[in-house]
Structure formats: structure tokens, C-alpha cells
């Protein structure tokens, strides 16, 4: 199956290359006509701070950083940096099948990294990143199975980028640092893939955990206060230099820096979907469909593995990076590598369905902002569902409608069988009154029993834990329920919609159509009979 | 005992060897560099340490070894099995011996519920899709994590007295130690012995074994799998709160508790093997001991402890490079 972007991709794979004026102008025109959609999308998230303002009637710049419009600037930038994050790991596991779970460890060098270059860079440094380059090449000619030349280049650029960002003297400035940052997230991605990936998925997951959190260990403990802040985390204040200036009116402030918050968005979701069209990325895709396959064509797996285990980790670092300016205000704490920024992002890839570009992004951005704007708002004890249920009964009601869906099987067969039971002992005691409507009376029966017991379940137990749990006041908000919500969202997903909520809908349209197709190959099919007798 | 040694594959009695000649250069390294006493001590912090790793880590290695699935919520199971035992421990109204034991029956009895449900309502519509069940355990983990922080609040729980019938000093390599430590030993070493004579000696045991050899075959010969399933599901989770709750007079209950034993259980199962009983509880002892060891060392040397963290780790990717599928793992 084929989703709708891949669809559009190919046919634009399939296009013949016309150099002349016209050729361009008709392929520009057909890739507007082919991403309206996306090119929608990012004006309205350009626009989202005016777009706010208007509705709020707030300023998108006022002289004191307060209103709606800038705190859901804000939110929405932070969101976005966990929308590229999601991305990452969606490409990791939705699109090689490859199971991380220490994506946080990337998510969190991001900040580290550069803060550290940036707090602690010393000239004798250079030599040390050299010998670490060098390690990188050995432990690549150990273990894996690349040939002198991709080595040789991996060497070079790994030598000219330290040479290159490393400075004999002085300081280092921003862009070196993230550069460093960068280059230390392919070292990372290099040795552990290098290392790991020759393991079954479930080692490699195991192991990734371990080592992302021993990583938070040491980056929270005491005993390196001096270089990581231990718990407090490091800051930096002037994080973009003086220098740094893309557009003539750039100055820095949190407009400007939402609006790069966007134009990386849009670069990470273009980098991954060209990534996924390039021919690398097919292999990929292969592997992830029958990996002993892809290696029979002739195809080093384990070598597109690790080059997509570095790009995703690229991203995921940058996106950290990005987060720790965003919304931690300019610090970075030992929580950003904590095994909550593994989870995030996959759940966010399940709910919005793995193995599709536009999946994560729409449930990032929908779960992270309505998480915001939920607990914001405040609900009172008293409004619930018409007014009979508060919001805890009608959760009880929820998970005990989970249970019973899970239930369903083994509650239906009980369930026939006393049905069968009761039909027999009926037709034996009506032997002339024949028909199936003790039988519905039955089904009916036992379905508002169900819907009976639950309310009552849930009218008891929920008024039970409404009453024992302390709220402020009457009023009470949804940061109460959310993890809740969140957890039952996701088990409902991964038991129900496997392919998660884009998934499901480009699975629906595309049968959809295949049987539309079918239909009229039918229709068209008699005619075909009639004219051949 | 003799006939299991003359039995032992190649790989396996190379292994042996292996576990031997480093629990002997650990307990000599300590004993050089730490003295008789302190080495003495750090070798029970050790077995004490890999005694609790066992409870979290059998289970593990059962569940993965006959159904083939990776219970990341083994940790969870821990964390709520402390959790629920401090809370009957501390709310109940009797001696403290009846209420240790309240705790330790009402504990294991909510977790092994909770596994049952677990198994049976998500886990066992999920065998066809294996990846999935990987990531439900581990997203369950996080929300069970949630969850109880949302219900226990987030601060720590400080310990807890020890029961009245252990709540003695005895003197060991100079130390002072209660006698609640000698009882977890006790009670590892019961687990290790018990679930050993349920595999080896009982019908159900059988079973369980041969499922983990070919679980379509054991079906094929009328045997119901799946209640075997959820039964090693529910003994590995009763397993990993018993644990939990022994933990709970000895360091209290602390949210951070269920990962970090989790992650010792998954660095015991991958050096031991997966799906391999004896190698699980040969690999608790060899983790515990060199934690603590590396614990010590960094202590006198660095002043770090938290480099000990990092020993785990890089005994874990030595034997995984040195031999993948474990030291007593099947060879693949």
C-alpha cells in the first residue's frame, strides 16, 4: 500500500526532465498542484502568531513579553521542536524498523554538547577531538563490513570538520559549537550503531535504553558539577551571536526566532522526505519490510542502518537543541535526556501512525497544543457530560468500556453459549413458535446490561475517587487526567489502529479506491462478453 | 549436579569458566585494594544487590524465554508492588510482623492481578504483531510510572522499620547489619531454589519448559499455551513486586527504583542469555558483585560513585561483543 505522499512522490519521480523554460515553469506549477496541502500548512503556521493575535486581540510584539499571541508563539515553537524530534524517530523506527529506545540520548546532546563547547572550549581540544576522529575510523574498520574507500571519506571529513571548527586559540562561536554538537551526534549514532546494530531488535533496544540512561545518571550526578550542572543543568544566555543575521530585519527576538523555528521545521520535513525518496531511502524501506531479503539483492543492510541511525540522530539533536532555547529558556536540564523524551516521540509516531511523513507531526503538534490549552482551563467538580457526569465518572466509564472492548471475545462466546442455551430450553418448550426474536431480545438485553453496568461503575467508583483525591477548591484541571488520557489513547491505538490515526486513513481511502476500481471493472466487464459473442 | 556439569555443552562450560575465573579476579581486586573487611562487605553489598536484581530479572527472562516477549514493564511492576506494599505497611493497624506480611501477600496479589489483566486483555491480542508488543510494554511503563506518581506524589518514601522478628543487629567483616539483609538473601535464594524446582520438577514446569523450546508443538499435543502464557506472565510480575516490596524496609520507595532496576535486569539477561533460567541467576550474582566492587573503587579512588553505573554498562557491551546471544543463551 501506498501512502498518498509517496504516491504523489513517485509520480513525481516519474516525470521527464524538461530544461526549457516551459518545463520548468509546468514542473513548479505541478508542485504546487501536488503540495497544495503542505504549502497551506506552513503559510498558516508563518501566520499562526498574527492568526492568535487576531482572535485574542493581542499584540504579536508588545513591549512586555506577555499575551496570547506570544505565549502560544511559545508553545507553538516548542511544539515544532518536538514535531522534529517525533520526525526523527519516526523515520528510525517507522521506516527501518529499527527499535531505539534511547532517542533521548540525541534529544538531549543537542543542548549539552553545545553549552559545553561553549562554556568549557579549550584550544588543546583540538587534539583530543582529532584522536577521537581517529577512533571513530578504527572502530568503523573494526566492526563493520565498509570498504577502504568509505572509510577514507568518512576519515577526511571527519578530520577537515575538526580542523575546520576547532580553532588553534581562543573561543569557539555559536555556529562551531553547534557544528561540534553535530559532529558529536554522528560520533555518538557511528559507534553505538556500529556497536549495536549488529544485535537482534531486541538487544539493540535493550542496550539503547541502558546507555541513554546512564547518560542521564552521569549528566544528573553530582560528581561532574563542574562540566554538566549537575541538576541544575547549564545555561547560556546570549545564545545566537551579534553576527547572525539571515534577513536584514533579524534582530532577534521571539518572533524572529519563531519564524526559525518554522523554516527548520519545513527544512527537517523536506530533508526526511527526500531522504525517504532517494534511493538510499528505499533500501531502507525494503529493510524494514524483509531485511534477510534486501541483504540477498546484495544490499549492505547494516550500512544503510547505521547511515539512517546518524541521520535521525542529527536531527533528533538539533530539534534538542532547538527545544533547549524554546522551552527551557535557554538551559539545559539532565531532564532532557530522561527516558521521557523517548517515550514523547513514540507514542506521538504510534498515535499519528508510524510509517507515514505526516503522522507524527500531526500528533505532536495536536497533542503537545492541546495539552497546553487543556490545562489551561479550568473545569469545575459540577460540569461534566450533560451535567450527570464529572469528569472523573465519565473516565471510569472510559476505562471500563476499554476493559469490556478487550473483553469482548471471551465476555461474547460466554455470552452465546448462554444464549444457545436459553434459544434450546425456549424452542423446546415453544416447539410451534419459531422465529429470532427471543435471540435479539436477548443481544439487546445484554448490551444494556453492559451500558447499565458501566454507568453504574462508573457513577460509583468515580464519584469514589473524585471524593478521595484533594483538588484545589472545586475547580480542578485536565493536567489531572492527561497522562491518563494519554495512556489510554495510546493502548486504544496500538490494540485498534495499528497504523495510527494517518495510517488508518490513507489504508481507508486507498481501499476505498481499489474498490471503486473494482466495481467498474465489473461494470465494464459484461459489455467486454456481449460484443466478444 | 555433577550430571548437569557433565552435560554442559562446550560453550557453556566455556562460560563457567568465564562467570568463575572473573568473580575470582573481582574478589580479588577487592580484597587487594579494600582490605579483609571492607572487600568482605562489598561482596555482600554485592550478593544482597544481585539477589533483588534476580526478582525483577526472572521474571523477565521467563516471560521472554516462553513468550517471547520483552516485558519493559517489569520495572513498573516493582515500582507499583513497593508502592502498594508501603502503603498497606504503613496504613494497617497491627504488629509490624503481620503487617510485613499483609503488605508482601496484598502486593504480589494487586501486581499479579494487574499482570493477568495485562496479559490477557493487551498482550495476548498482540502475538502476530511482536513489535508492537515490545512498545505497548514500554509505553505502559511510562504511563504506569505516571500514574503512580500521580497517585503517590512524587517524593520519595524514606524506609521503612524491618518486621519485629527481624529487627536485629548481627556482626559481620566488622559491620553491624540488620538482619532484614540476611532476609532478602534468604528469601532470593528461596525464589531461585522455588522457581528452579517448578521448572525442573513439576508438570507445569515441564510444560513451561518445553513452550519455550516449541510452543506450537506443546499446543499441538493439547496443552492449553496461552493459560501457561498468562500464568508465567502473572509469576515473572508477582516475581519483580515481591522484590519491590523487600526493597521497601531496606531503601524505601522511590520513583527512579523501577527503571533502575530495570535496566540491572536487562544487563543481567543479556549477559546471562535470554530465556535462560540459570544463566539469569548466575548473571544476577556476577552484575551485583561488580557493581559493587566498581561502587567501591570509585568511591576510594574518584570519589564518583556514579561511575559504577558506567561498569554495568560496559560489561554488558563486552559480553555482548564477546558473545552475542549470552553467556548461557542458545546459540543461534
Given at each position: 500500500m501506498m501512502s498518498m505522499i509517496e504516491r504523489t512522490i513517485y509520480a513525481n519521480t516519474q516525470k521527464i526532465k524538461d530544461p526549457t523554460l516551459r518545463g520548468l515553469a509546468e514542473s513548479a506549477a505541478r508542485l504546487v498542484l501536488e503540495n497544495w496541502a503542505y504549502l497551506l500548512f506552513v503559510i498558516v503556521l508563518w501566520r499562526f502568531p498574527y492568526i492568535v493575535a487576531d482572535l485574542t486581540d493581542t499584540e504579536v510584539q508588545p513591549r512586555r513579553p506577555t499575551g496570547d499571541s506570544v505565549f502560544w508563539q511559545s508553545e507553538m515553537a516548542r511544539a515544532l521542536a518536538l514535531t522534529c524530534l517525533a520526525m526523527s524517530y519516526n523515520l528510525l523506527f517507522g521506516f527501518s524498523g529499527v527499535i531505539s529506545f534511547g532517542h533521548a540520548l540525541f534529544f538531549g546532546a543537542g543542548g549539552y554538547v553545545t553549552f559545553i563547547v561553549l562554556n568549557e572550549?579549550?584550544?588543546?581540544?583540538q587534539q583530543g577531538a582529532l584522536i577521537v576522529v581517529i577512533g571513530i575510523t578504527l572502530i568503523l574498520a573494526l566492526?563493520?563490513?565498509?570498504?577502504v574507500r568509505q572509510l577514507l571519506i568518512i576519515a577526511l571529513i571527519g578530520v577537515l570538520l575538526t580542523l575546520l571548527l576547532m580553532p588553534g586559540e581562543g573561543t569557539l562561536s555559536f555556529y562551531q559549537a553547534i557544528g561540534l554538537a553535530v559532529v558529536a551526534s554522528i560520533a555518538v549514532s557511528l559507534i553505538s550503531g556500529v556497536v549495536t546494530l549488529r544485535l537482534r531488535g531486541i538487544y539493540f533496544a535493550m542496550f539503547t535504553l541502558a546507555l541513554a540512561e546512564m547518560f542521564w545518571v552521569l549528566a544528573k550526578s553530582g560528581t561532574f558539577r563542574d562540566i554538566?550542572?549537575?541538576?541544575d543543568g547549564l545555561g547560556f544566555r546570549d545564545i545566537l551571536p551579534e553576527s547572525f543575521n539571515p534577513t536584514p530585519t533579524f534582530d532577534g527576538s521571539r518572533l524572529d526566532m519563531y519564524r526559525l523555528t518554522v523554516v527548520f521545521f519545513v527544512i527537517v520535513f523536506i530533508a526526511i522526505r527526500r531522504y525517504l525518496n532517494s534511493p538510499v531511502g528505499r533500501v531502507m524501506i525494503a529493510i524494514r519490510e524483509n531485511e534477510e531479503r534486501a541483504r540477498t539483492i546484495g544490499y549492505n543492510t547494516f550500512y544503510y542502518k547505521v547511515l539512517t541511525m546518524t541521520f535521525a540522530g542529527v536531527i533528533a539533536t538539533l530539534s534538542g537543541l532547538l527545544f533547549v532555547i524554546w522551552a527551557t529558556d535557554k538551559r539545559v536540564h539532565p531532564e532532557a535526556l530522561s527516558l521521557k523524551y523517548t517515550v514523547d516521540p513514540l507514542l506521538n509516531s504510534l498515535i499519528g501512525?508510524?510509517?507515514?511523513?505526516t503522522g507524527p507531526v500531526i500528533a505532536t503538534l495536536g497533542l503537545s497544543l492541546g495539552e497546553t490549552y487543556l490545562r489551561n482551563e479550568t473545569f469545575t467538580l459540577d460540569t461534566g457530560l450533560f451535567g450527570i457526569l464529572t469528569v472523573w465518572q465519565l473516565a471510569v466509564v472510559l476505562v471500563v468500556g476499554l476493559v469490556w472492548w478487550l473483553f469482548r471475545r471471551p465476555l461474547q462466546t460466554g455470552l452465546r453459549r448462554v444464549v444457545d442455551m436459553v434459544r434450546r430450553d425456549t424452542a423446546r418448550a415453544a416447539t410451534f413458535a419459531s422465529g429470532t426474536h427471543g435471540h435479539w431480545a436477548l443481544i439487546l438485553g445484554y448490551y444494556g446490561l453492559v451500558v447499565l453496568l458501566l454507568l453504574a461503575v462508573g457513577l460509583v467508583i468515580g464519584s469514589e475517587i473524585a471524593h478521595n483525591l484533594e483538588f484545589k477548591g472545586d475547580v480542578y484541571n485536565v493536567s489531572d487526567l492527561w497522562e491518563l488520557f494519554l495512556g489510554i489513547l495510546f493502548v486504544v491505538v496500538v490494540m485498534?489502529?495499528?497504523?495510527?490515526i494517518v495510517g488508518t486513513w490513507n489504508t481507508f481511502w486507498a481501499n476505498r479506491r481499489v474498490r471503486r476500481l473494482e466495481q467498474s471493472a465489473q461494470q465494464s466487464a459484461p459489455k467486454g462478453n456481449n460484443s466478444a459473442s | 549436579m555433577l550430571t548437569y556439569f557433565a552435560n554442559l555443552s562446550p560453550q557453556h562450560r566455556r562460560s563457567w569458566g568465564l562467570v568463575v575465573a572473573y568473580v575470582a579476579l573481582l574478589l580479588a581486586v577487592s580484597y587487594v585494594d579494600f582490605g579483609y573487611n571492607t572487600a568482605g562487605q562489598t561482596a555482600f553489598r554485592g550478593i544482597l544487590l544481585g539477589m533483588l536484581v534476580f526478582m525483577v530479572a526472572s521474571g523477565l527472562s521467563l516471560i521472554f524465554g516462553l513468550l517471547d516477549v520483552l516485558n519493559f514493564a517489569q520495572g513498573a511492576f516493582l515500582l507499583i508492588g513497593a508502592y502498594v506494599g508501603y502503603d498497606v505497611y504503613t496504613s494497617l493497624d497491627a504488629g509490624t510482623t503481620v503487617r510485613f506480611l499483609a503488605a508482601i501477600v496484598s502486593g504480589v496479589v494487586f501486581v499479579g492481578v494487574l499482570g493477568a489483566i495485562m496479559e490477557t486483555g493487551l498482550i495476548r491480542p498482540l502475538y502476530d504483531r511482536p513489535v508492537f508488543q515490545i512498545v505497548l510494554t514500554f509505553g505502559l511503563a511510562a504511563v504506569l510510572l505516571d500514574l503512580v506518581e500521580r497517585y503517590y506524589g512524587p517524593d520519595p518514601k524514606q524506609p521503612l522499620d524491618p518486621p519485629g522478628f527481624l529487627d536485629n543487629n548481627f556482626t559481620l567483616f566488622d559491620q553491624s547489619l540488620s538482619y532484614y539483609r540476611l532476609f532478602i538473601i534468604f528469601l532470593g535464594l528461596t525464589m531461585m531454589v522455588g522457581v528452579f524446582l517448578l521448572l525442573n520438577r513439576t508438570r507445569i514446569g515441564i510444560i513451561i519448559r518445553a513452550g519455550v523450546q516449541d510452543s506450537e508443538m506443546v499446543q499441538a499435543l493439547g496443552i492449553n499455551v496461552r493459560l501457561i502464557f498468562t500464568l508465567v506472565f502473572v509469576l515473572g510480575a508477582a516475581l519483580a513486586a515481591l522484590g519491590g516490596i523487600a526493597l521497601v524496609p531496606y531503601q524505601g520507595a522511590t520513583l527512579e527504583m523501577g527503571n533502575q532496576f530495570l535496566i540491572l535486569a536487562i544487563v543481567v539477561i543479556v549477559i546471562g542469555g535470554m530465556g535462560s533460567y540459570e544463566g539469569t541467576a548466575i548473571a544476577s550474582i556476577v552484575v551485583g558483585l561488580t557493581r559493587a566492587v566498581a561502587e567501591q573503587l570509585s568511591l576510594e579512588?574518584?570519589?564518583?560513585?556514579?561511575l559504577a553505573e558506567t561498569s554495568i554498562l560496559l560489561l554488558m557491551i563486552v559480553v555482548l561483543l564477546v558473545q552475542p546471544s549470552g553467556l548461557f543463551g542458545r546459540e543461534e
Amino acid at each position: 500500500m501506498m501512502s498518498m505522499i509517496e504516491r504523489t512522490i513517485y509520480a513525481n519521480t516519474q516525470k521527464i526532465k524538461d530544461p526549457t523554460l516551459r518545463g520548468l515553469a509546468e514542473s513548479a506549477a505541478r508542485l504546487v498542484l501536488e503540495n497544495w496541502a503542505y504549502l497551506l500548512f506552513v503559510i498558516v503556521l508563518w501566520r499562526f502568531p498574527y492568526i492568535v493575535a487576531d482572535l485574542t486581540d493581542t499584540e504579536v510584539q508588545p513591549r512586555r513579553p506577555t499575551g496570547d499571541s506570544v505565549f502560544w508563539q511559545s508553545e507553538m515553537a516548542r511544539a515544532l521542536a518536538l514535531t522534529c524530534l517525533a520526525m526523527s524517530y519516526n523515520l528510525l523506527f517507522g521506516f527501518s524498523g529499527v527499535i531505539s529506545f534511547g532517542h533521548a540520548l540525541f534529544f538531549g546532546a543537542g543542548g549539552y554538547v553545545t553549552f559545553i563547547v561553549l562554556n568549557e572550549y579549550d584550544a588543546s581540544y583540538q587534539q583530543g577531538a582529532l584522536i577521537v576522529v581517529i577512533g571513530i575510523t578504527l572502530i568503523l574498520a573494526l566492526f563493520s563490513r565498509m570498504n577502504v574507500r568509505q572509510l577514507l571519506i568518512i576519515a577526511l571529513i571527519g578530520v577537515l570538520l575538526t580542523l575546520l571548527l576547532m580553532p588553534g586559540e581562543g573561543t569557539l562561536s555559536f555556529y562551531q559549537a553547534i557544528g561540534l554538537a553535530v559532529v558529536a551526534s554522528i560520533a555518538v549514532s557511528l559507534i553505538s550503531g556500529v556497536v549495536t546494530l549488529r544485535l537482534r531488535g531486541i538487544y539493540f533496544a535493550m542496550f539503547t535504553l541502558a546507555l541513554a540512561e546512564m547518560f542521564w545518571v552521569l549528566a544528573k550526578s553530582g560528581t561532574f558539577r563542574d562540566i554538566t550542572g549537575a541538576e541544575d543543568g547549564l545555561g547560556f544566555r546570549d545564545i545566537l551571536p551579534e553576527s547572525f543575521n539571515p534577513t536584514p530585519t533579524f534582530d532577534g527576538s521571539r518572533l524572529d526566532m519563531y519564524r526559525l523555528t518554522v523554516v527548520f521545521f519545513v527544512i527537517v520535513f523536506i530533508a526526511i522526505r527526500r531522504y525517504l525518496n532517494s534511493p538510499v531511502g528505499r533500501v531502507m524501506i525494503a529493510i524494514r519490510e524483509n531485511e534477510e531479503r534486501a541483504r540477498t539483492i546484495g544490499y549492505n543492510t547494516f550500512y544503510y542502518k547505521v547511515l539512517t541511525m546518524t541521520f535521525a540522530g542529527v536531527i533528533a539533536t538539533l530539534s534538542g537543541l532547538l527545544f533547549v532555547i524554546w522551552a527551557t529558556d535557554k538551559r539545559v536540564h539532565p531532564e532532557a535526556l530522561s527516558l521521557k523524551y523517548t517515550v514523547d516521540p513514540l507514542l506521538n509516531s504510534l498515535i499519528g501512525g508510524i510509517g507515514t511523513l505526516t503522522g507524527p507531526v500531526i500528533a505532536t503538534l495536536g497533542l503537545s497544543l492541546g495539552e497546553t490549552y487543556l490545562r489551561n482551563e479550568t473545569f469545575t467538580l459540577d460540569t461534566g457530560l450533560f451535567g450527570i457526569l464529572t469528569v472523573w465518572q465519565l473516565a471510569v466509564v472510559l476505562v471500563v468500556g476499554l476493559v469490556w472492548w478487550l473483553f469482548r471475545r471471551p465476555l461474547q462466546t460466554g455470552l452465546r453459549r448462554v444464549v444457545d442455551m436459553v434459544r434450546r430450553d425456549t424452542a423446546r418448550a415453544a416447539t410451534f413458535a419459531s422465529g429470532t426474536h427471543g435471540h435479539w431480545a436477548l443481544i439487546l438485553g445484554y448490551y444494556g446490561l453492559v451500558v447499565l453496568l458501566l454507568l453504574a461503575v462508573g457513577l460509583v467508583i468515580g464519584s469514589e475517587i473524585a471524593h478521595n483525591l484533594e483538588f484545589k477548591g472545586d475547580v480542578y484541571n485536565v493536567s489531572d487526567l492527561w497522562e491518563l488520557f494519554l495512556g489510554i489513547l495510546f493502548v486504544v491505538v496500538v490494540m485498534a489502529l495499528p497504523h495510527g490515526i494517518v495510517g488508518t486513513w490513507n489504508t481507508f481511502w486507498a481501499n476505498r479506491r481499489v474498490r471503486r476500481l473494482e466495481q467498474s471493472a465489473q461494470q465494464s466487464a459484461p459489455k467486454g462478453n456481449n460484443s466478444a459473442s | 549436579m555433577l550430571t548437569y556439569f557433565a552435560n554442559l555443552s562446550p560453550q557453556h562450560r566455556r562460560s563457567w569458566g568465564l562467570v568463575v575465573a572473573y568473580v575470582a579476579l573481582l574478589l580479588a581486586v577487592s580484597y587487594v585494594d579494600f582490605g579483609y573487611n571492607t572487600a568482605g562487605q562489598t561482596a555482600f553489598r554485592g550478593i544482597l544487590l544481585g539477589m533483588l536484581v534476580f526478582m525483577v530479572a526472572s521474571g523477565l527472562s521467563l516471560i521472554f524465554g516462553l513468550l517471547d516477549v520483552l516485558n519493559f514493564a517489569q520495572g513498573a511492576f516493582l515500582l507499583i508492588g513497593a508502592y502498594v506494599g508501603y502503603d498497606v505497611y504503613t496504613s494497617l493497624d497491627a504488629g509490624t510482623t503481620v503487617r510485613f506480611l499483609a503488605a508482601i501477600v496484598s502486593g504480589v496479589v494487586f501486581v499479579g492481578v494487574l499482570g493477568a489483566i495485562m496479559e490477557t486483555g493487551l498482550i495476548r491480542p498482540l502475538y502476530d504483531r511482536p513489535v508492537f508488543q515490545i512498545v505497548l510494554t514500554f509505553g505502559l511503563a511510562a504511563v504506569l510510572l505516571d500514574l503512580v506518581e500521580r497517585y503517590y506524589g512524587p517524593d520519595p518514601k524514606q524506609p521503612l522499620d524491618p518486621p519485629g522478628f527481624l529487627d536485629n543487629n548481627f556482626t559481620l567483616f566488622d559491620q553491624s547489619l540488620s538482619y532484614y539483609r540476611l532476609f532478602i538473601i534468604f528469601l532470593g535464594l528461596t525464589m531461585m531454589v522455588g522457581v528452579f524446582l517448578l521448572l525442573n520438577r513439576t508438570r507445569i514446569g515441564i510444560i513451561i519448559r518445553a513452550g519455550v523450546q516449541d510452543s506450537e508443538m506443546v499446543q499441538a499435543l493439547g496443552i492449553n499455551v496461552r493459560l501457561i502464557f498468562t500464568l508465567v506472565f502473572v509469576l515473572g510480575a508477582a516475581l519483580a513486586a515481591l522484590g519491590g516490596i523487600a526493597l521497601v524496609p531496606y531503601q524505601g520507595a522511590t520513583l527512579e527504583m523501577g527503571n533502575q532496576f530495570l535496566i540491572l535486569a536487562i544487563v543481567v539477561i543479556v549477559i546471562g542469555g535470554m530465556g535462560s533460567y540459570e544463566g539469569t541467576a548466575i548473571a544476577s550474582i556476577v552484575v551485583g558483585l561488580t557493581r559493587a566492587v566498581a561502587e567501591q573503587l570509585s568511591l576510594e579512588h574518584f570519589d564518583a560513585p556514579v561511575l559504577a553505573e558506567t561498569s554495568i554498562l560496559l560489561l554488558m557491551i563486552v559480553v555482548l561483543l564477546v558473545q552475542p546471544s549470552g553467556l548461557f543463551g542458545r546459540e543461534e
